[in-house]
């Protein structure tokens, strides 16, 4: 059977989290990333070693502040050109989250958790400026997380 192609439009961003984790899979050591949820469903996250995109449904309403999201992420660099599936939870109350990682083939989910606050203005956000740009136009945001997980500015 040839193969066949899909063609999928990221839709333009309705919300985004500046991410940081205090408990990571050690495969991808990157404390934060800038997840943005586009409309769609589709998503992109970026974070200083690695950009990928999937797609994401969520138990709140698209525009509402997501509280349990699945991510189904597609097949890219980043995972050895194969899929992952993620599951946040977030607690509405202390912005922390729990991501629970599946990897196919893998029967145990990893465990990792940290902290989330929403980036105001998503509709500024361009995913295509990457991490280094969007990283200091979140400035901001990003020391506010860091302020609520208790790390300083300048360090982990």
């Known amino acids: 059977m040839p193969q066949q192609t899909v063609t999928l439009a990221l ?11 205090t408990a ?3 495969a991808k050591p990157f404390r934060e990333a800038l997840l943005v949820y586009r409309r769609g469903g ?15 449904v969520s138990a709140t309403a698209p525009l509402d ?3 349990h999201v699945a991510f189904m992420s597609w097949p890219s660099a980043d995972w050895d050109h194969d899929i ?7 607690a509405p109350d202390t912005g922390a989250f729990t991501q629970e ?5 893998e ?28 990283r200091e136009r979140c400035a901001r945001t990003f020391d506010a997380l860091r302020d609520l997980v208790g790390v300083g500015r300048h360090g982990d």
């Open 11 to 21: 839709g333009e961003p309705i919300y985004v989290q500046a991410l940081y984790y």
């Open 24 to 26: 990571m899979f050690s």
């Open 42 to 56: 589709t998503y992109t996250i970026l974070s200083p070693g690695e950009d990928h995109h999937g797609c994401w």
């Open 65 to 67: 502040p997501p509280r």
């Open 84 to 90: 992952a599936a993620h599951t946040l939870t977030f």
């Open 101 to 105: 990682l599946r990897l196919p083939g």
């Open 107 to 134: 029967s145990v989910p990893r465990a990792q958790h940290g902290y989330a606050v929403a980036v105001p203005s998503p509709d500024e956000i361009d995913p295509s400026l990457g991490w280094e740009v969007l």
